[in-house]
């Protein structure tokens, strides 16, 4: 079937002296500004926000790190407690994530969550933007940070990251800490260090 033009007649105005005076009413209209920070405007019910991770239901298939579309994932192998987890998580770069939540649609064991929340400003110091690189928290933790303060940030206000010890340490804006340890990257699980062979004296 052929496209069906309007007459340019139909759509071509014609000048007036007139109507751009009638956009004073707005004058005495009430403005639509949000008057950020004294008012707020909440985002919507399953806005695509920061993540969550349930620790404990994340089987570290890696589907979510193949599904990436801004290989923002990697898994990383973590230890807690002295105690390696028997698989590997993902850590999220928020540097290249473009919140597509691609990777929570295809978890299969519903590991991966996101709440609503969505601000996260830092100056450009490195030991802050370390908050864009982050295993996330439990949904748990994560929305009880969020009912306290009901203003949509990042739970975390300071990650610290010993490079000797390899501890990362998360400063959550409750004053809780939360401690772990990176001990590898991939999908293979780190190697035992060696014990150091002695010298054959002779
Ligand atoms: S939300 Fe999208 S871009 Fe971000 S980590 Fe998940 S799959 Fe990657
Ligand atoms: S978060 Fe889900 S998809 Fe990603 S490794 Fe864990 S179980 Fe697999």
Redesign the pocket.
């Known amino acids: 079937m052929p496209a069906k033009v309007v007459g340019e007649d139909k759509v071509k105005k014609q000048p007036s002296f007139v109507k751009p005076w009638l956009g004073l009413k707005y004058l005495f209209k009430k403005p639509v500004t949000i008057k950020i920070p004294y008012e707020k405007i909440d985002p919507a019910p399953k806005y695509?926000g920061f993540?969550t991770l349930d620790w404990k239901k994340c089987i570290g298939c890696n589907f979510?790190g193949q599904?990436?579309?801004?290989r923002?994932?990697e898994m990383t192998w973590i230890e807690v407690d002295g105690k390696l987890e028997k698989r590997p998580h993902p850590k999220?770069d928020y540097g290249?994530?473009?919140?597509?939540?691609?990777?929570?649609d295809v978890c299969p064991t519903g590991a991966l969550g996101f709440v609503e929340s969505y601000i996260l400003t830092t100056t450009g110091d490195e030991e802050e933007l370390q908050l864009y690189d982050w295993v996330p928290i439990p949904p748990d933790k994560f929305k009880e940070i969020q009912e306290e303060f009901g203003d949509w940030r990042f739970p975390v206000e300071r990650i610290e990251f010993n490079k000797d010890t390899k501890e990362m340490t998360y400063h959550l804006r409750n004053g809780e800490i939360f401690k772990f340890k990176i001990v590898g990257y991939g999908l293979r699980p780190p190697a035992k260090p060696q014990p150091k062979k002695e010298e054959n004296k002779s």
Request: with cysteine.
């Open positions: 695509r993540h979510c599904i990436c579309p801004a923002a994932i999220i290249r994530c473009t919140f597509c939540q691609f990777c929570v």
